[in-house]
């Protein structure tokens, strides 16, 4: 006997069920069609096809990330404590280079022009400068007192420049400028290129970048940016105009492209929806109306009523809004089913 009530009873809970599930598929379907909005075949660096409007508020990330960057690039370096001891780190390596080079007049070498790549590489480990042939016979054939007072000069102008500091990222500034005050000076250009390649192997900046402290001022400068957006209406692209990088962002943000990942919130916003429209009823039935639930043809009707709203208020949705038959399912209902019902 218990057996047979509770299968009684199952089944009479399975027909409203099952209406009800069918219910939550067919309304899920028939609103996603008309939520979803129309999708376009849209490619970065051709023309618009149609003018297309933001269908929601969408931030226009491209441009935003773009003038953050910006802000970030105008941040000027920070810079930690002056390091004293590299002056005389810079100087013990340039003496070391300059030693080496002279030792190369020693070593006779003749035919310059001639002088294979091999050689130089020799030259380069030797003397820890990468010279050109043309450095290399600068070297060789000058005369000592012209070769001493060009690397006198430039030893005095690496002084000068890290006693007033050289901040890291500026090495090439003040080479070009030892370059320039040594052919101000009137010394062979061949010669001043080998002053400048041993200063090049042996300068160091006595002010490193702070990368903590740049980065931190540069995150500030980042967030004070505003997030650039596209407001709802406000047209996207129009037609003809080049669909941009920024623009077919913000269109694929929006769900607008064919082929993009489609919208998931939005898709959930509708589930939700429909969930609690119908939780709700359900919930009217089994507090207000039981006998109702126990009746699946009223059911039925019910959900055909729903559905039959929905259709025809999509279809004049597209003609006016105003046509849509909102006291159309009042009137079924109350006169088919329940006035009470109507009125929830």
């Known amino acids: 006997m218990r057996k047979w009530v ?23 379907i028939l609103l996603s069609a008309v939520a979803t909005p129309e999708r376009y075949d849209i490619q970065t660096g051709h023309p618009a096809p149609v003018t297309i409007f933001a269908t929601k508020d969408v931030e226009d990330t491209v441009t935003t990330q773009k003038l953050k960057d910006e802000a970030a690039a105008a941040v000027d370096y ?11 780190q810079v100087i013990t390596d340039f003496n070391g280079c300059y030693s080496a080079l002279i030792s190369l007049r020693e070593e006779g070498l003749t035919d310059f022009d001639n002088i294979s790549d091999q050689r130089l590489e020799e030259i380069a ?17 000058a005369g ?28 090439g500034a003040a080479l070009s400028k030892v370059s320039r005050d040594l052919m101000a000076e009137g010394y062979d250009p061949n010669l ?20 903590e402290t740049t980065e931190q001022n540069r995150q500030r400068a980042r967030d004070l940016i505003e997030p650039q957006m596209c407001i709802k209406g406000e047209a996207v692209v129009r037609e003809g105009d080049i669909v941009t990088e920024a623009k077919y962002q913000i269109l694929s943000n929006l769900g607008l492209i064919k082929d993009a990942n489609f919208d998931l919130m939005l898709f959930l916003g509708i ?15 089994y507090l207000y109306l039981p006998a109702l639930l126990r009746e699946p043809r009223k059911l039925l009707l019910l959900s055909l009523i ?29 006169t088919l089913l329940e006035p009470r019902l109507a009125l929830f």
């Open 6 to 28: 509770s299968r009684v009873t199952k089944t009479a809970w399975l027909r409203p069920a099952l209406i009800a599930a069918a219910l939550y598929a067919l309304m899920f």
């Open 78 to 88: 920070s810079y930690g404590s002056i390091d004293s001891t590299v002056v005389n």
């Open 125 to 141: 480990v030797k003397t820890g400068v990468t010279l050109t042939r043309s450095d290399v016979e600068a070297v060789c054939t």
């Open 144 to 171: 000592s007192d012209t070769i001493e007072a060009v690397f006198n000069e430039a030893r005095t102008l690496i002084r000068e420049t890290l006693a007033s500091t050289l901040p890291e990222g500026q090495e």
């Open 192 to 211: 001043v290129s080998a002053a400048v390649a041993v200063t090049r192997a042996t300068l160091r900046p006595n002010m490193l970048i702070d990368e």
């Open 271 to 285: 589930a939700l929806i429909v969930l609690l429209v119908l939780a709700a009823l359900g919930l009217y039935l």
């Open 306 to 334: 729903i559905l039959l709203v929905l259709c025809i208020s999509v279809i004049a949705r597209s003609l006016n809004t105003y046509l849509m038959p909102v006291a159309l399912g009042l009137m079924l209902t109350a």
